[in-house]
């Protein structure tokens, strides 16, 4: 009977813990998110406004080529890639003005691709 009883026990557990996954993963999907799209040599939205505390998703994509999207306040970056999309988090817990640049060489205008994120308190 007890090995019996473990053994219910268990799947029990492991249930909760899944349930807690999805918990999370819903409210991540709740976030707002902002498409950003790359293209040589400029971003779509090349200013984001954003309010300090609320997490956002930004999903990027590109519309020639890959480009990168290099936001070095936040440690985040990642690659623009036409015809995915690539999502990064961005959990903004300071104000200010935080520039972002692409960092994968794309041509002549490389050197201006940037854009900037605000944050608002
Ligand atoms: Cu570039």
Known sequence: MRPLLS????????????????????SAADEPVIRVT????????????????????????????????????FKTRAD??????????????KAGTFAFFCDVFCGDGHEEMAGKIVVKD
């Open 7 to 26: 053994r219910r026990c268990a799947p029990a557990a492991i249930c909760a813990a899944l349930a807690l996954a999805g918990l999370h993963a819903s």
């Open 38 to 73: 790359a293209r040589k040599f400029e971003y779509d939205t090349p200013e984001i406004i954003l309010k300090k505390g609320v997490p956002v998703t930004i999903e990027l994509t590109s519309l020639d080529r890959v480009h990168g999207f290099n936001l070095p306040d």
């Open 80 to 93: 623009a890639i036409p015809g995915m999309v690539t999502r990064v988090r961005i959990v903004p817990d």
